[in-house]
């Protein structure tokens, strides 16, 4: 009687293990095959409205002559992040000192690469993360924006926001 009814038990234990649902990552495409990985609570069906434009240029014409069209804007409640598409620009440009701001305070920078540059700073009580990402056909601007200076360090330091964008 009891052999029964522990072979149910094990047996529904069985289904039930192989059935939990995995969290699913959701990713949108942006072109060329790259990928970028969605974080939990981030929208990227926001609207490009004249502010989200306002607040982009702000932190990509400086001093110089890139220019910079925004592709995609991704909002969270506690930060923003912005997808640009340099026009004929290079890793090098961005890491001109003539890009960079002048009262800015530089937290960490990175050239990997003659493809792939990463720069984190402060800029007054904003956190900034800036990642250039130069593929086959294409150059990619990701910018992070936030007040919180822990997110910036958890999300948005190189390792973690490199890891976020899936390359061809």
Known sequence: ??????????????????NSEKK???KISLFN???VQLLDGENSQAAITDTIQSTFKKYTSNNTRISIPLFKYIEHTDYSLFIGIPVDARIKDFSDSL???SNEILIEEKKESKTEYFRQYQLDNTFISEMIIKEVGSTLLF???????????RIFNHKSFSSRVEKK
């Open 1 to 18: 009687m009891k052999y029964p009814i522990v072979v149910f038990c094990l047996s529904l234990l069985f289904i039930t293990s192989c």
């Open 24 to 26: 699913e990552i959701k």
């Open 33 to 35: 095959g790259i990928k």
């Open 99 to 101: 890009y960079h701001h």
């Open 143 to 153: 910018l992070a924006v936030t007040k919180n200076k822990d997110i910036s360090n």
